[in-house]
């Protein structure tokens, strides 16, 4: 009697956990949880920066067709351009590959800098 008690006991549980391992498939999945947040990031976006400077190319490429920009504008905001780019290769070299904060900083600055020499430039009156 104890014997068929204890196989009773074993088959309602094996049942039991047959049953809870069905219902848990059909449960939905839980929500992804996302990455745990660190201090700040490395880097900006990967392409920010690039984008940027193909941009400012663009602006100063269009004023050129336009004629908005002399020979001599556009000489000096593409040797500016050259510039930067050449600056922030040796900012790298010197980081092992990435930019610090500072050099963020600092090729933002010029960025602007030049930004606001294409648009004064392109508004001037000047025409080629």
Same mark, same amino acid.
């Given at each position: 009697?104890?014997?068929?008690?204890?196989?009773?006991?074993?088959? =309602?549980?094996?049942?039991?956990?047959?049953?809870?391992?069905?219902? #848990?498939?059909? #449960?939905?999945? &839980?929500?992804?949880?996302?990455?745990?947040?660190?201090?700040?990031? *490395? *880097?900006?976006?990967?392409?920010?920066?690039? @984008?940027?400077?193909?941009? @400012?190319?663009?602006? %100063? &490429?269009?004023?050129?067709?336009?004629?908005?920009?002399?020979?001599?504008?556009?000489? /000096?905001?593409?040797?500016?351009? &050259?510039?930067?780019?050449?600056?922030?290769?040796?900012?790298? #070299?010197?980081?092992?590959?990435?930019?610090?904060?500072?050099?963020?900083?600092? %090729? /933002?600055?010029?960025?602007?800098? =030049?930004?606001?020499?294409?648009?004064?430039?392109?508004?001037?009156?000047?025409?080629?």
């Amino acid at each position: 009697m104890i014997r068929g008690s204890i196989l009773t006991a074993v088959a =309602i549980v094996a049942l039991s956990v047959s049953g809870f391992s069905q219902s #848990a498939q059909t #449960a939905p999945p &839980a929500p992804p949880t996302a990455p745990a947040p660190t201090a700040r990031p *490395a *880097a900006p976006p990967p392409g920010t920066a690039a @984008q940027r400077s193909q941009r @400012q190319q663009q602006r %100063i &490429a269009q004023g050129v067709h336009s004629g908005q920009l002399t020979a001599g504008e556009t000489r /000096n905001l593409e040797n500016r351009e &050259a510039s930067v780019n050449r600056e922030k290769r040796a900012m790298r #070299a010197e980081n092992g590959g990435r930019l610090s904060a500072r050099d963020r900083r600092a %090729i /933002n600055r010029r960025q602007n800098r =030049i930004s606001h020499s294409i648009y004064h430039d392109k508004h001037n009156g000047a025409r080629r």
